[in-house]
Protein backbone atom coordinates (compact mmCIF):
# COMPACT_ATOMS: atom_id res chain seq x y z
CA UNK A 1 0.00 0.00 0.00
CA UNK A 2 0.78 3.14 -0.57
CA UNK A 3 -0.42 4.97 2.25
CA UNK A 4 2.96 6.16 3.20
CA UNK A 5 2.77 8.93 0.13
CA UNK A 6 0.17 10.83 2.39
CA UNK A 7 2.38 13.65 3.96
CA UNK A 8 1.28 16.29 5.80
CA UNK A 9 0.92 18.97 3.63
CA UNK A 10 -1.16 17.26 0.60
CA UNK A 11 -4.00 19.55 -0.21
CA UNK A 12 -7.34 19.92 -2.39
CA UNK A 13 -9.94 21.88 -3.02
CA UNK A 14 -13.08 21.68 -4.99
CA UNK A 15 -15.67 23.58 -6.02
CA UNK A 16 -18.79 22.52 -5.39
CA UNK A 17 -22.98 24.78 -6.18
CA UNK A 18 -25.34 24.76 -3.65
CA UNK A 19 -28.55 23.02 -4.48
CA UNK A 20 -32.04 22.88 -3.21
CA UNK A 21 -30.95 19.35 -1.90
CA UNK A 22 -28.23 20.80 0.16
CA UNK A 23 -30.62 23.21 2.07
CA UNK A 24 -31.12 22.69 5.67
CA UNK A 25 -35.10 22.82 4.71
CA UNK A 26 -35.16 19.82 2.32
CA UNK A 27 -32.48 18.23 4.72
CA UNK A 28 -34.29 18.49 7.83
CA UNK A 29 -31.68 20.53 9.74
CA UNK A 30 -33.74 23.73 10.26
CA UNK A 31 -36.30 25.54 8.42
CA UNK A 32 -33.99 27.79 6.06
CA UNK A 33 -33.02 27.43 2.20
CA UNK A 34 -29.50 27.74 3.32
CA UNK A 35 -26.80 25.22 3.10
CA UNK A 36 -27.37 22.99 6.01
CA UNK A 37 -24.34 22.13 8.05
CA UNK A 38 -24.82 18.33 7.14
CA UNK A 39 -23.91 19.20 3.22
CA UNK A 40 -20.92 21.66 4.33
CA UNK A 41 -19.68 18.40 5.95
CA UNK A 42 -20.58 16.46 2.97
CA UNK A 43 -18.53 18.94 0.94
CA UNK A 44 -15.34 18.64 3.24
CA UNK A 45 -15.95 15.01 3.64
CA UNK A 46 -15.96 14.23 -0.48
CA UNK A 47 -12.80 16.06 -0.95
CA UNK A 48 -11.10 14.58 1.68
CA UNK A 49 -11.80 11.09 0.09
CA UNK A 50 -11.09 12.18 -3.26
CA UNK A 51 -7.63 13.77 -2.40
CA UNK A 52 -6.62 10.74 -0.08
CA UNK A 53 -8.14 8.20 -2.78
CA UNK A 54 -5.52 9.52 -5.42
CA UNK A 55 -2.49 7.95 -3.03
CA UNK A 56 -4.18 4.67 -2.47
CA UNK A 57 -4.00 1.66 -4.82
CA UNK A 58 -7.95 1.30 -6.07
CA UNK A 59 -8.35 -1.93 -3.45
CA UNK A 60 -8.25 0.60 -0.77
CA UNK A 61 -10.22 3.63 0.21
CA UNK A 62 -10.74 6.06 3.11
CA UNK A 63 -13.78 6.37 5.88
CA UNK A 64 -14.71 9.49 7.62
CA UNK A 65 -14.61 8.65 11.45
CA UNK A 66 -14.75 11.89 13.07
CA UNK A 67 -15.99 15.51 12.31
CA UNK A 68 -15.54 18.83 14.25
CA UNK A 69 -16.62 21.60 12.36
CA UNK A 70 -18.08 25.24 13.23
CA UNK A 71 -20.64 26.27 10.60
CA UNK A 72 -19.67 29.78 10.65
CA UNK A 73 -21.86 31.57 7.94
CA UNK A 74 -25.11 30.63 5.94
CA UNK A 75 -24.64 30.33 2.33
CA UNK A 76 -27.99 31.19 -0.29
CA UNK A 77 -29.23 28.19 -2.63
CA UNK A 78 -27.36 28.81 -5.66
CA UNK A 79 -23.75 30.00 -4.22
CA UNK A 80 -21.30 28.71 -5.09
CA UNK A 81 -18.43 27.31 -2.41
CA UNK A 82 -15.08 25.84 -2.36
CA UNK A 83 -14.28 23.05 -0.01
CA UNK A 84 -10.24 23.11 0.45
CA UNK A 85 -8.61 20.06 3.05
CA UNK A 86 -4.93 20.08 4.23
CA UNK A 87 -3.16 17.03 5.89
CA UNK A 88 -2.55 17.47 9.15
CA UNK A 89 -1.03 14.18 10.38
CA UNK A 90 -1.15 10.85 9.68
CA UNK A 91 -0.34 7.45 12.23
CA UNK A 92 -0.81 4.30 11.08
CA UNK A 93 -4.15 4.09 9.07
CA UNK A 94 -5.32 6.89 10.95
CA UNK A 95 -5.45 10.38 8.74
CA UNK A 96 -6.31 13.55 10.34
CA UNK A 97 -7.26 16.48 8.00
CA UNK A 98 -7.64 20.40 8.13
CA UNK A 99 -10.99 21.05 6.56
CA UNK A 100 -12.77 24.62 5.18
CA UNK A 101 -15.53 25.50 3.00
CA UNK A 102 -15.59 29.21 1.70
CA UNK A 103 -18.13 31.13 -0.33
CA UNK A 104 -15.49 33.72 -2.35
CA UNK A 105 -13.52 35.49 0.20
CA UNK A 106 -15.76 34.29 3.32
CA UNK A 107 -15.84 31.69 5.51
CA UNK A 108 -18.33 29.54 5.87
CA UNK A 109 -16.55 26.42 8.10
CA UNK A 110 -13.72 25.05 9.40
CA UNK A 111 -12.67 22.33 11.85
CA UNK A 112 -10.73 19.35 11.44
CA UNK A 113 -11.37 15.28 9.84
CA UNK A 114 -10.37 12.13 10.83
CA UNK A 115 -10.64 9.38 8.11
CA UNK A 116 -8.93 5.96 8.54
CA UNK A 117 -7.40 3.85 5.60
CA UNK A 118 -9.69 0.42 4.49
CA UNK A 119 -9.13 -2.30 2.49
CA UNK A 120 -12.95 -1.74 0.44
CA UNK A 121 -13.65 -5.76 0.22
CA UNK A 122 -12.69 -6.21 3.49
CA UNK A 123 -14.37 -3.61 5.12
CA UNK A 124 -17.43 -4.61 3.45
CA UNK A 125 -17.41 -8.09 4.09
CA UNK A 126 -16.95 -7.16 8.45
CA UNK A 127 -19.66 -4.59 7.84
CA UNK A 128 -22.28 -7.32 6.34
CA UNK A 129 -21.14 -9.66 8.24
CA UNK A 130 -22.07 -7.35 11.35
CA UNK A 131 -25.78 -6.55 9.86
CA UNK A 132 -26.29 -10.43 9.83
Known amino acids: ?????????????????????????????????????????????????????????????????????RHLAACPIGAEVEARVVVLAQEDRKVRL???????QRQLGAGEHLRVIVDKDQFLAKALKASG
Do not use: C, Y
Request: proline share 3%.
Open 1 to 69: MTEDAIKAGLSQRASFTVAAEHSAAHIGSGSVGVLSTPSMIAFMEITARRLLDEHLPDTHTTVGVEVNV
Open 98 to 104: GVEVWQG
